[in-house]
């Protein structure tokens, strides 16, 4: 069975989603997730007029790129936020998104708030009725305070519902979490829906996440442990690059080729 690839279009911060869109489309993926983040990358937004929603809509479609899922982070801790995540669901709704992606806690932006896990399971069982009025599925990132995929293996599970699943980052694991791997995603992967293949070079606390293939993280392990558990969940590819930022829109188009290169090359379909 071929996988579904795509790229986070968060690997763009900085530059345009017509820049995106054009940069992948040349590596050759043929899927794309969406970024939403307030006052981070704002390639589509809930504020957009209609006629830019539907026009970045057609967009998409001339360059043969599916929006798979869309990147929408909101603070679900803070039940204030939580109409802000309805209009993200509704967004992703329009673009015909499966997945909708948030961390827990504000992704990027600095935020006190905190809340035991009884209190976000139920913020988010109150999003159900959503998920479920648009078909969408909703993928808690490991980050920050909730930065494994066993923490938020024991969240899904408070909440139980088949629309809520782990998003797991594999160099968030690693960044935030500072765990095994290889036995965190074996702890969670019955639980995981949708993943983020984020590569991890340098210290572990290091800002440094590079084109896949070009840091230390094991693919082959982290594939072989997915399809020994059956799980086909969508993957989408994250590069953060280190601190400075990418040089130019070279820069971050090279590393999306790149990924692409070293996928196939480690005999993955998609």
Do not use: C
Not at 112 to 125: F, G, M, T
Not at 130 to 135: F, Q, S
Not at 173 to 200: C, E, M, R
Not at 237 to 248: H, K, R
């Amino acid at each position: 069975m071929k996988k579904i690839i795509a790229i986070n279009s968060n690997t763009y911060h900085g530059f345009s989603l017509a820049e995106a869109v054009a940069g992948i489309k040349k590596a050759g993926f043929e899927y794309i997730e969406l970024t939403a983040t307030k006052g981070w990358t704002e390639h589509v937004f809930p504020t957009m007029s209609f006629r830019e929603l539907y026009r970045i809509k057609d967009q998409l479609e001339e360059a043969g790129l599916t929006p798979i899922s869309l990147s929408g982070h909101t603070n679900l801790m803070d039940d204030q936020r939580l109409n802000d995540f309805i209009a993200n669901i509704r967004l992703a709704a329009f673009f015909e998104s499966k997945y909708i992606i948030s961390s827990i806690g504000e992704a990027h932006l600095e935020n006190q708030a905190e809340a035991a896990d009884e209190q976000v399971a139920q913020n988010i069982k109150n999003l159900i009725p959503y998920l479920e009025e648009y078909d969408l599925i909703l993928g808690l990132e490991n980050h920050g305070k909730h930065a494994t995929g066993k923490h938020l293996k024991e969240i899904v599970e408070l909440i139980d519902s088949k629309r809520v699943v782990v998003n797991y980052d594999t160099a968030n694991a690693i960044f935030y979490g500072d765990v095994d791997l290889a036995n965190d995603l074996k702890t969670a992967v019955d639980q995981i829906g949708h993943i983020h293949l984020k590569d991890k070079a340098g210290a572990q606390d290091e800002w440094n996440f590079p084109a896949v293939g070009q840091g230390e993280l094991n693919f082959k392990e982290i594939f072989e442990i997915l399809a020994a558990n059956n799980n086909e969940a969508p993957l989408s590819i994250e590069i953060e690059f280190t601190e400075a930022g990418p040089a130019d829109l070279e820069e971050v188009n090279q590393a999306v080729q790149d990924s692409y290169k070293y996928l196939k090359e480690l005999g993955i379909d998609f």
